[in-house]
């Protein structure tokens, strides 16, 4: 195949006519010299029986030496059965991708296709599937441990080691919580990335057996009755501010969720009904927890001091939000009970179990600690399931605790009809 034809001054002297016509280089290179007087290099070749061209710009811009190493690169890749034709328009989609992507950095969103792009779609399509609190937490832990290392990575691109390698900091510190509930999400958006044709395999998969099993940690609660009544005499000893006194009597009375008391809002109670009607955001739905006379004065006797804003225990510091996660928790450290003894959240164990011990039924026990079904239809149904029996459970509660408190010999009761 003869090659390099003509000399440069062929090309330099080449006039326009009344039509178009090319000069042959050789080897598939011609220059175009259009009427216009404009002068092009093209490439021509044949590929699968099919004839192509590829444009390598104006003379003598680009000039008959570079014309000619283009033309030596494009016969290369034809040799390997490459079409250059294709590289080239993956090579312009490319430099759109990145012109795309330097806007969308500057405007604060994230590379196409990458990572944290996919992600921000996938949280968008289950937000209407969980809570507002729960895909918070979800985004959140994302961003904060797997965004520095795979955010700006194209999807495609994940291996693996790349998973793990997220995963690791948090292994080697036993945060295997964070770390099963961070792999498990993403593997969740490596699922939505092969539903989307973003990815063939889910690579995150592999790593489940590198991350070591978490021993289940329960709650500690003291559930002998003795001890009980002592923990309760020093709940009323305790000498901090008149907010948090009061959160603390409240706590073993209802037996919620810490994180459902210290959020508890003015709204959702109704002294006259003798109901607090929160919304349970662990297991997304609304709940009703009856009131004892004891839990009914004890919300009477902080009304006046908080009634005006929207918790029942704001913070101390007077910013609009409720009392912190860690008052209870130093409250209780405070009068000698440390995590090791007695937490805010094993005021439900204490309950559960001596309220199982005495009788009471295991149902009506579930439904007063808000273990309620994900199903939102029986969710809806068991709101006011057991309500009755939960009224008489809940004010015979109140009143053996306060038997505990005063140091009574206080006999197990039993619900009407148990023998």
């Known amino acids: 195949m003869a090659l390099n034809l003509n000399k440069d001054a062929v090309y330099r002297g080449a006039k326009p006519k009344e039509r178009d ?16 007087g404009s002068k092009l290099w093209r490439f021509i ?32 890749r034809i040799a390997e059965g490459i079409d250059p034709g294709e590289i080239r328009k993956q090579e312009k989609v490319a430099k759109q991708l990145a012109r795309q992507n330097e806007e969308r950095q500057s405007e604060g969103l994230p590379i196409l296709d990458s990572v944290a792009d996919i992600t921000r779609q996938w949280l968008a399509s289950i937000e209407h599937l969980t809570s507002a609190t729960t895909h918070k937490k979800k985004a959140s832990r994302i961003e904060r441990l797997a965004f520095p290392l795979l955010g700006n990575k194209p999807i495609k691109e994940v291996k693996s080691f790349d998973v793990f390698a997220v995963l690791k900091p948090l292994i080697d510190k036993q945060q295997l919580e964070t770390a099963h509930r961070l792999h498990a999400e993403i593997v969740a958006v490596l699922d939505y990335a092969i539903a989307h044709n973003f990815v063939e395999f889910n690579q995150a998969q592999p790593v489940a057996r590198q991350i070591p099993a978490q021993k289940v940690k329960h ?5 002998d009755p003795k ?17 948090v006194q009061m959160a603390l009597r409240l706590s073993p009375l209802l ?3 810490p994180g459902e008391i210290r959020q508890m809002y003015w709204g959702d109670v109704d002294l006259i009904a ?12 609304y709940h009703i927890v009856p009131l004892s006379n004891q839990a009914v004065s004890i919300l009477e006797a902080i009304q006046p001091l908080t009634a005006a804003g929207q918790y029942v225990f704001p913070s101390s510091r007077g910013d609009g939000r409720p009392m912190s996660d860690n008052t209870i928790r130093s409250a209780l450290l405070s009068l000698g009970y440390d995590s090791s003894i007695q937490t805010a959240h094993g005021f439900r164990t204490i309950a559960s179990t001596l309220l199982n011990e005495q009788g009471w039924s295991p149902d009506a026990i579930e439904r007063q600690l808000a273990h309620s079904p994900r199903d939102q239809v029986r969710a809806a149904y068991n709101r006011a399931q057991y309500l009755e029996e939960r009224r008489r459970m ?6 053996y605790l306060d038997g505990l408190r005063a140091g009574a010999e206080v006999i197990p009761f039993k619900r009407a009809g148990t023998t």
Do not use: C, H
């Not at 590929?47 to 033309?71: E, M, T």
């Not at 709650?219 to 559930?223: S, T």
């Open 21 to 36: 016509y090319t000069i042959n280089d050789g080897g598939g290179l011609t220059l175009l010299v259009k009427s216009s």
């Open 45 to 76: 070749y044949r590929l699968d029986g099919k004839q192509n061209r590829l444009s390598f710009g104006a003379y003598p811009d680009v000039s008959l030496g570079q014309a000619r190493r283009q033309a030596d690169e494009a016969r290369q």
């Open 219 to 223: 709650r500690a609660a003291i559930i």
């Open 227 to 243: 001890q009980v009544g002592q923990l309760l005499r020093d709940l009323y000893a305790y000498q901090g501010t008149f907010t």
């Open 255 to 257: 037996f919620q969720r």
């Open 274 to 285: 003798r109901e607090w009607r929160p919304y349970i955001s662990k297991t997304d739905f």
């Open 394 to 399: 809940m004010q015979a509660w109140a009143d």
